[in-house]
């Protein structure tokens, strides 16, 4: 079954034209990777993939629902009930501990859980750290509470911007472990990444250039 | 934030220390004003020219217990002194000091029988200085006549009447000339023009014989002076409130905009526009309610200082002032998070949430 579905996106600010005339299908259950060059498109398209951002042109079907059409607030609902995200900056709140950073989008999603905030983080190994603040970890750590925040609600879909840009090669090895068990564990993954390590480990990997998909490379090989 | 919380509580101090002071200038300036003189007087309203006592005690239940600050009967006499004609006035001497503390007296009041206060004009037309005496003759009421000796206790200042006035104890007076009745009773009474209005309807109408005027000159001009006072005081409340509001409204913009990347997560994270306009409002309901409590503890302070500075006398704290300056506090601070809030809403998380 088909989780999204791209059709002639294309996004435009001013005269810049960020994605020109996309089409993409995701299945559910698969990973997917966007690579490009920098200013290629790939944080817009994840933007528009992740409710946050509307495209110019083009229908964006998550799900069964068209999100292209959807009003702010119903964007805001889908986001907050299907979508999982992991930004390259983490983005913690920093008076607040792990924990309860996560239990920040269970309170926004539907009531905290704190039995349920510390399960997801000992998912992601973290379960020692609940009580630290963001200041009190490091990079590898902060961005598995990020990962941990993303999972809480049980998301249908992944996006995850260049989640180990901020990484050294051990901890990009943490995350990408954990990211290999969510997949296998049937999760929808979208990730963007520099990368090609973390590309391999994807099942197709989308190329962008100039905002235009370049090529797909499926296992490696060209499509 | 802290800022904002003291704009706050300064703003609600200033307003309840302001209401307060604002309420009690009345009363504080009514006291104040008495050293003007009688603003009530009493004179005779029937065949009989003259008040007796009865109908002055009468009258003067009518006074609000507590508001009396004098009450000083007269009586009128001329008599001479070396051929040449004066008026003699015959008063209770210690209220008539009450009623009118603006006499400026040269030398003493009279503390004995035989003792006079006598105008400055007085004083000028026979050259009498303080301790020296005159020879009072005339006529009593039974028609006999009488030759007195007065020693001069001082010599009276107002600027006015008085000054041509020989001041002598009632019982001196009614030594000379026989026991009567009063010709007129200047009273000086702490209350507004709307209050002394009220009491001589009620003195015309329930006890005969007795004629209430006010002395429009002096309860206008306390009237004028009072609302002047009182828009002053209403004015400078509502400057600095509004300048606790454009404060609050500042620093709750800068706490948005320092806070855009969280506000923006949050969004990302699934929060609705609801949910951050309920927390930037829980935020300034919390401010002005500890902002007003504080102003409330701090405002009576406050006015308790004004008062006893300006006015040398001591305040109580109105109990209805308590949630009158919270609901002042929370309206003050909703009003100033109006924008400040409206700007947390319109926070995009695809922007701020955009790489450095
Ligand atoms: N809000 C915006 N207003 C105007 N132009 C924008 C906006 N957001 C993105 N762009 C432009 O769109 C293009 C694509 O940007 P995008 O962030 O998607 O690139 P990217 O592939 O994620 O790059 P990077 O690898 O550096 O993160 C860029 O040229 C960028 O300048
Ligand atoms: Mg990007």
Same mark, same amino acid.
């Given at each position: 079954?088909?989780?999204?579905?791209?059709?002639?996106?294309?996004?435009?600010?001013?005269?810049?034209?960020?994605?020109?005339?996309?089409?993409?299908?995701?299945?559910?259950?698969?990973?997917?990777?966007?690579?490009?060059?920098?200013?290629?498109?790939?944080?817009?398209?994840?933007?528009?993939?992740?409710?946050?951002?509307?495209?110019?042109?083009?229908?964006?079907?998550?799900?069964?629902?068209?999100?292209?059409?959807?009003?702010?607030?119903?964007?805001?609902?889908?986001?907050?009930?299907?979508?999982?995200?992991?930004?390259?900056?983490?983005?913690?709140?920093?008076?607040?501990?792990?924990?309860?950073?996560?239990?920040?989008?269970?309170?926004?999603?539907?009531?905290?859980?704190?039995?349920?905030?510390?399960?997801?983080?000992?998912?992601?190994?973290?379960?020692?750290?609940?009580?630290?603040?963001?200041?009190?970890?490091?990079?590898?750590?902060?961005?598995?509470?990020?990962?941990?925040?993303?999972?809480?609600?049980?998301?249908?879909?992944?996006?995850?911007?260049?989640?180990?840009?901020?990484?050294?090669?051990?901890?990009?090895?943490?995350?990408?472990?954990?990211?290999?068990?969510?997949?296998?564990?049937?999760?929808?993954?979208?990730?963007?990444?520099?990368?090609?390590?973390?590309?391999?480990?994807?099942?197709?990997?989308?190329?962008?250039?100039?905002?235009?998909?370049?090529?797909?490379?499926?296992?490696?090989?060209?499509? | 934030?802290?800022?904002?919380?003291?704009?706050?509580?300064?703003?609600?101090?200033?307003?309840?220390?302001?209401?307060?002071?604002?309420?009690?200038?009345?009363?504080?300036?009514?006291?104040?004003?008495?050293?003007?003189?009688? +603003? =009530? /007087?009493?004179?005779?309203?029937? $065949?009989?020219?003259?008040? *007796? %006592?009865?109908? @002055? !005690?009468?009258?003067?239940?009518?006074?609000?217990?507590?508001?009396?600050?004098?009450?000083?009967?007269?009586?009128?006499?001329?008599?001479?002194?070396?051929?040449?004609?004066?008026?003699?006035?015959?008063?209770?001497?210690?209220?008539?000091?009450?009623?009118?503390?603006?006499?400026?007296?040269?030398?003493?009041?009279?503390?004995?029988?035989?003792?006079?206060?006598?105008?400055?004009?007085?004083?000028?037309?026979?050259?009498?200085?303080?301790?020296?005496?005159?020879?009072?003759?005339?006529?009593?009421?039974?028609?006999?006549?009488?030759?007195?000796?007065?020693?001069?206790?001082?010599?009276?200042?107002?600027?006015?009447?008085?000054?041509?006035?020989?001041?002598?104890?009632?019982?001196?007076?009614? +030594? =000379? /000339?026989?026991?009567?009745?009063? $010709?007129?009773?200047?009273? *000086? %009474?702490?209350? @507004? !023009?709307?209050?002394?209005?009220?009491?001589?309807?009620?003195?015309?109408?329930?006890?005969?014989?007795?004629?209430?005027?006010?002395?429009?000159?002096?309860?206008?001009?306390?009237?004028?002076?009072?609302?002047?006072?009182?828009?002053?005081?209403?004015?400078?409340?509502?400057?600095?409130?509004?300048?606790?509001?454009?404060?609050?409204?500042?620093?709750?913009?800068?706490?948005?905009?320092?806070?855009?990347?969280?506000?923006?997560?949050?969004?990302?994270?699934?929060?609705?526009?609801?949910?951050?306009?309920?927390?930037?409002?829980?935020?300034?309901?919390?401010?002005?309610?500890?902002?007003?409590?504080?102003?409330?503890?701090?405002?009576?302070?406050?006015?308790?200082?004004?008062?006893?500075?300006?006015?040398?006398?001591?305040?109580?704290?109105?109990?209805?002032?308590?949630?009158?300056?919270?609901?002042?506090?929370?309206?003050?601070?909703?009003?100033?998070?109006?924008?400040?809030?409206?700007?947390?809403?319109?926070?995009?998380?695809?922007?701020?949430?955009?790489?450095?």
């Amino acid at each position: 079954m088909n989780l999204l579905e791209m059709k002639g996106v294309s996004k435009i600010y001013g005269n810049v034209h960020a994605l020109q005339n996309i089409d993409l299908i995701v299945e559910q259950g698969e990973w997917l990777a966007i690579m490009g060059p920098s200013g290629s498109g790939k944080t817009t398209m994840m933007n528009i993939v992740g409710c946050m951002d509307k495209a110019s042109r083009g229908s964006v079907i998550l799900h069964g629902v068209n999100i292209s059409q959807e009003s702010a607030k119903n964007l805001t609902a889908i986001r907050r009930d299907k979508i999982g995200l992991i930004f390259q900056q983490f983005h913690l709140i920093n008076y607040l501990t792990a924990l309860e950073n996560v239990m920040v989008a269970q309170y926004y999603h539907s009531i905290p859980d704190e039995a349920e905030a510390l399960r997801s983080l000992e998912r992601v190994g973290l379960k020692d750290r609940a009580k630290h603040l963001p200041s009190q970890l490091s990079g590898g750590e902060q961005q598995r509470v990020c990962i941990a925040r993303a999972l809480i609600n049980y998301p249908m879909l992944i996006l995850a911007d260049e989640p180990t840009g901020n990484l050294d090669e051990a901890n990009e090895k943490i995350v990408l472990d954990i990211l290999k068990q969510l997949h296998k564990e049937g999760s929808t993954i979208i990730v963007v990444t520099h990368d090609p390590e973390v590309a391999d480990e994807a099942q197709r990997t989308v190329v962008l250039e100039h905002g235009k998909i370049a090529r797909i490379v499926r296992n490696n090989k060209e499509v | 934030m802290l800022v904002a919380l003291l704009a706050v509580a300064i703003g609600a101090t200033v307003l309840s220390g302001m209401v307060t002071v604002y309420y009690d200038i009345p009363r504080q300036m009514g006291q104040e004003f008495r050293s003007y003189g009688a +603003n =009530l /007087i009493l004179v005779s309203s029937g $065949d009989n020219p003259a008040l *007796s %006592i009865e109908e @002055t !005690e009468r009258a003067k239940e009518y006074f609000p217990a507590g508001s009396v600050v004098g009450v000083a009967p007269y009586r009128y006499k001329t008599a001479k002194i070396n051929e040449q004609p004066f008026m003699i006035a015959g008063t209770e001497l210690s209220e008539a000091k009450k009623a009118s503390p603006y006499w400026f007296v040269n030398g003493g009041w009279p503390e004995s029988a035989g003792e006079a206060l006598i105008g400055q004009e007085v004083a000028d037309t026979i050259r009498l200085l303080p301790g020296g005496s005159f020879t009072l003759t005339g006529t009593s009421t039974d028609g006999g006549s009488f030759t007195r000796d007065f020693s001069v206790s001082g010599i009276i200042q107002t600027g006015g009447t008085e000054e041509a006035f020989i001041f002598m104890s009632l019982e001196d007076l009614d +030594n =000379l /000339i026989g026991a009567g009745a009063f $010709d007129v009773v200047e009273c *000086s %009474i702490s209350a @507004t !023009e709307a209050e002394l209005n009220n009491i001589a309807a009620q003195i015309s109408e329930n006890v005969p014989g007795v004629a209430p005027r006010l002395v429009k000159r002096v309860t206008q001009s306390e009237g004028a002076v009072l609302a002047k006072l009182q828009s002053l005081v209403y004015l400078v409340t509502a400057v600095v409130l509004l300048l606790t509001m454009i404060c609050v409204a500042t620093t709750m913009m800068a706490v948005v905009a320092e806070r855009r990347r969280e506000i923006g997560l949050k969004k990302a994270l699934g929060a609705a526009n609801k949910s951050i306009i309920n927390e930037f409002l829980g935020e300034g309901v919390f401010l002005g309610g500890l902002g007003g409590l504080l102003g409330v503890a701090l405002g009576f302070v406050f006015a308790q200082f004004v008062s006893v500075n300006v006015f040398h006398r001591s305040i109580t704290l109105q109990p209805m002032l308590i949630p009158a300056t919270l609901i002042m506090s929370f309206i003050i601070t909703g009003l100033a998070c109006l924008a400040p809030v409206r700007s947390a809403t319109d926070v995009d998380p695809a922007i701020v949430l955009r790489g450095e």
